[in-house]
């Protein structure tokens, strides 16, 4: 190999400043850099313009069913999220006292930053392990809930789809109403349509003494919702009442079940539904000794 | 375009300014100064030379004017990742011979790939390009491979030393050295045989 000459390094470096001088850039670089620093980016705009709208078209109808469906299943679980916040309510102190020990341990204790090294990682393998079980005993609390309702609601008579029954109501262990709250749909007829029923002005917790309906002895193992609360077995049982058997109501458990709702009852008859707010009353007050149904 | 004299070396070292080395004090920026500044100073003192390289490495003006506008808008968003803001004109220019390597490789797949254009009136552009391959010494310097006409353009052109090469075109400084020992006897044949 051959090393190059001064001779020829000088003739190159001339060549090339001569070549390089006779280049003479555009006096607007610093606008051109200057645009394109404050305008906005055209590869960008182009990517959303080309690809984020049609891909948006396209899920558009998928977001509108995941809405729907989220919806539904919100609607469906919600009872039950009511039902464990007590329990996120009595972890809410633990948690709050966790976060006074990190923040004392990270600010006045010291011991993350002067202790050993093994206190840092230990320190994040408990709150890890204590944001698990939490989160365990929440997923646990949540599974139990829904299964207990599940089970009232299979045994509940509401659910029934041939019987016309309503749904999504259900009776807990205590003989406690679950409907959720903001549902009017109540059967008018022993159809499988229920019938949208309006909530009463008149209608209130107490049972009017003045209407009484007895409701007869059931066919279905669903418990009345007016039955005491301490019974397990809850299907009414046709004691003697100081209350006069209402005439006008028969329910005829051959052709059509039994009305068990005070709402059916009502619709029945003719009167006003005791529905507040979609809550079947005639629970909340205290239980008549009676399995009679107010109407 | 002139090849010069040969006994013209002495008075290189005060006709260098416009090059990089000359002005490589200049490329320290202030670590408190934001990108804005920056941008404005550097340009201000190596905006000219830094498209000069671009144009020997790239043959046209126009790229090489797009090419170092995208370096100063590339430093310019990552000028809070630049670690050492008084190596921000190395910055600029490894940036601005990777970019020229990456349209000179896009080049050749066009050229490969695409008809050859009618011939069209020369434009003012076009005037300096054949102003630039009139020399012959620029001729021959198209006919090298690209990391050796590169490291040609920025020992004698830029006159940095073999580290700054090494570090701008991101080989070892042994490869800098083979690419301007074959570059420079390529050239010496050609220059020899045309003067």
């Given at each position: ?22 280049v003479?850039p555009a006096?607007?670089g610093l606008?051109r850099i ?262 | ?41 550097l340009y201000?003192?190596h905006y000219r030379s830094l498209v000069r390289l671009a144009a020997?490495l790239l043959?046209?003006v126009s790229t090489a004017e797009e090419v170092v506008q995208d370096s100063f808008v590339a430093m ?16 600029l220019r490894?940036s601005v011979v990777?970019r020229s ?95």
């Open positions: 190999m051959t090393y190059p000459t001064r001779e020829h390094e000088d003739l190159l470096r001339r060549a090339l400043r001569a070549a390089g001088d006779s003479e006096g607007d606008e200057r645009a394109r620093l404050t305008a906005p980016r055209p590869t960008v705009a182009a990517w959303m313009m080309c690809g984020a709208e049609p891909a948006a078209l396209r899920v558009r109808p998928f977001l509108s069913w995941l809405h729907l469906r989220i919806g539904q299943a919100f609607s469906r679980i919600g009872p039950a999220f009511g039902r464990i916040g007590p329990a996120f309510a009595r972890l809410g102190p633990a948690f709050a006292r966790l976060g006074l020990a990190l923040a004392w341990l990270r600010t006045g204790g010291g011991i993350l930053k002067t202790g050993p090294r093994w206190l840092r990682p230990a320190a994040a393998m408990a709150a890890f392990a204590v944001i698990i079980g939490s989160g365990a005993f929440a997923i646990s609390a949540l599974q139990h809930t829904i299964t207990q309702r599940g089970v009232n609601t299979g045994l509940g008579q509401r659910v029934s789809k041939t019987g016309g029954q309503t749904s999504g109501g259900g009776v807990n262990g205590t003989g406690q109403e679950l409907v959720p709250p903001n549902q009017f749909w109540l059967p008018l007829h022993t159809g499988s349509t229920p019938a949208p029923i309006p909530p009463s002005p008149s209608a209130t917790a107490s049972p009017t003494p003045s209407c009484t309906a007895t409701v007869a002895p059931s066919q279905s193992p669903v418990p009345n919702v007016t039955t005491t609360p301490p019974a397990p077995s809850v299907t009414p049982t046709p004691t003697p009442t100081d209350t006069n058997p209402s005439p006008s109501i028969s329910p005829s458990p051959g052709a059509s079940p039994a009305p068990s709702t005070l709402a059916e009852a009502a619709v029945m008859t003719g009167s006003p539904a005791p529905v507040t707010g979609g809550t079947v009353t005639g629970t909340a007050s205290p239980p008549p000794p009676t399995s009679t149904v107010p109407c | 375009m002139t090849t010069g004299e040969p006994g013209d070396a002495a008075a290189r070292p005060t006709q260098v300014t416009e090059t990089l080395v000359a002005d490589s004090a200049l490329g320290a920026v202030p670590a408190d100064w934001d990108a804005d500044r920056a941008v404005t100073a201000s003192t020997l043959r046209d310019h968003d990552g000028w809070r990742r630049l670690r050492d803001n008084e190596k921000a004109l190395s910055y490894q990777n390597r990456s349209v000179l490789r896009h080049r050749v797949v066009v050229d490969r790939n695409a008809p050859k254009p009618p011939p069209d009136m020369p434009s003012a552009e076009q005037g300096a390009i054949a102003q630039l391959e009139r020399s012959a010494v620029v001729t021959a310097l198209r006919t090298l491979p690209a990391r050796q006409r590169e490291a040609l353009v920025l020992r004698y052109y830029g006159d940095l030393s073999e580290a700054q090469i090494a570090m701008t075109m991101g080989i070892s400084r042994g490869a800098v050295k083979s690419h301007t020992a074959r570059a420079m006897a390529a050239l010496r044949s050609v220059l020899e045989r045309d003067v």
